[in-house]
């Protein structure tokens, strides 16, 4: 018996299904299978590696710099890559960049705990920067790649969804499991078991990148036809129409404040369990139940933003989360189970406000590399993407060290590892609260107040850019 033909669609692609959801799924659990170990590195370098806090926010500030710069520059090269692939483009660079994946993400914890200071700033710069060159390779074409899939709403709605389910599976193994693997008996982190951990998950993260490159249809079509002539690639001019690119400024507005906040308090949110709750083996455990509102959301996503609109939507997440951080400061966490329980409920109903968002960001993203298209005449997908991941960048490295020079001022001290004292771990605990609000309001702004693209102007701007593909 001979193998199923696919349906097709009016364009004789393969029509949109579950698979294109999965697939794009699979996508960032690879991406996050490279990703999530980073909220490990500053314990990772601080405790294990024994590196001067201080000097550490400094180097991180440094390579993440250069992490941001990064972007747009693949970004760019990708945009003004006009060979012709077998499939496509983004796919060949994404397959390019998993292939160093396997084991880029190790390289950031090599355990070598005894190395002179000069061998440890090297090897944590080196190690970085390796690992980012190829994490950039095969980001940010992924990103850029949503918009290609489907030109249809409801589609990026999915999309976008089941991105959010691949990072939020990516995240969430890992963040249970390892604290149960990489600390001791006294909340100390195991440099060796963390280097292990990388390795491993290195060789999930590809496998994860094949099936979702086997399994992807293209069917916006970008090519240049015989013939035909495009304006040559101008990178100054593409980076011109980001900053002018409202939806792309505001989305991106949001996702820094998500960074600075949730990145941010990655180190501060470990002391609280180790030296606060003396619970750090329940740190994953609780990061899971914040992501009860994710997974609740995820099915209904793509109705609700064909009802509401997507703007609507993560507007109404954010001051969710808003309101959750105001929680956070004035509730009485206390240093017990009890105070464990509050912490809970609170993170339930900010990642309420963090799952609705999050579920709609990357199509957010998607509409706003049309709007490009809509207003400037070029999709600049790599560079758009690029640029929003530029800031990003940005606030991922500008969080983490900003954040543990907070923490030194509050009296945190590397040496102690698990045994803070009672104050820096109270310190600890507010601040954690501060920097999830600041987070959630950094949301509330760029969504509600700078992101312009309703429901209304969204399907506008979709009917114009078909009758001019049509035409």
Not at 181 to 205: P, R, S, T, W
């Amino acid at each position: 018996m001979g193998k199923k033909a696919p349906v097709l669609d009016a364009q004789g692609h393969r029509k949109f299904s579950m698979r294109d959801n999965i697939a794009y799924a699979m996508g960032d659990f690879g991406c996050n299978m490279s990703f999530a170990l980073k909220g490990t590195l500053i314990i990772f370098w601080t405790q294990f590696m024994g590196m001067d806090s201080m000097l550490y926010a400094g180097l991180l500030l440094l390579v993440q710099i250069w992490d941001a710069i990064n972007d747009p520059l693949i970004g760019s090269i990708i945009d003004a890559d006009k060979r012709k692939y077998k499939r496509n483009k983004f796919l060949a660079y994404i397959f390019a960049g998993s292939i160093g994946l396997v084991v880029a993400g190790a390289l950031c914890f090599v355990p070598l705990p005894n190395a002179s200071a000069m061998a440890k700033n090297i090897i944590f710069v080196a190690g970085y920067v390796i690992w980012d060159a190829f994490y950039t390779v095969a980001n940010v074409p992924y990103g850029s790649l949503l918009g290609l899939i489907s030109d249809d709403a409801g589609d990026r709605a999915s999309l976008s969804a089941f991105r959010s389910v691949g990072s939020l599976v990516g995240n969430m193994v890992p963040m249970v499991i390892l604290p149960f693997i990489i600390y001791d008996e006294n909340q100390n982190i195991v440099g060796q078991k963390v280097f292990l951990a990388a390795l491993i998950m290195g060789i999930l993260g590809f496998f994860a990148f094949q099936f979702m490159i086997r399994n992807t249809e293209i069917r916006v079509d970008t090519e240049v036809k015989a013939g035909e002539e495009r304006e040559k690639f101008n990178v100054i001019k593409a980076m011109g129409n980001f900053v002018k690119n409202r939806p792309a400024v505001g989305a991106t507005v949001a996702a820094m404040g998500m960074f600075i906040g949730m990145q941010g308090s990655t180190a501060a949110v470990t002391v609280l369990f180790q030296s606060y709750f003396k619970a750090v083996e329940l740190s994953g455990i609780v990061s899971a139940f914040a992501m009860i509102p994710i997974v609740l959301f995820t099915p209904l996503a793509r109705k609700m933003v064909v009802k509401y609109g997507k703007k609507e939507l993560a507007t109404v997440g954010s001051l969710a989360s808003v309101i959750a951080g105001v929680m956070l400061v004035v509730m009485p966490i206390t240093p017990d189970m009890k105070g464990v329980v509050i912490y809970i409920l609170c993170q339930l109903i900010f990642a309420l406000g963090m799952g609705i968002y999050s579920t709609v960001s990357w199509g957010m993203m998607g509409d706003a590399i049309d709007y490009n298209e809509w207003k400037f005449g070029t999709r600049e997908e790599g560079t758009v993407y690029a640029m929003h991941s530029f800031f990003r960048k940005l606030a991922q490295g500008a969080g983490p060290s900003l954040v543990l020079v907070i923490m030194v001022f509050l009296g945190y001290v590397e040496e102690n590892q698990g045994s803070q004292t009672m104050e820096v771990a109270t310190n600890m605990r507010y601040l954690v609260a501060a920097l999830y609000l600041v987070a959630a309001i950094f949301m509330f702004v760029g969504l509600g107040l700078i992101y312009n693209l309703n429901k209304k102007t969204t399907q506008k701007m979709s009917e114009e850019l078909a009758e001019r593909r049509a035409a």
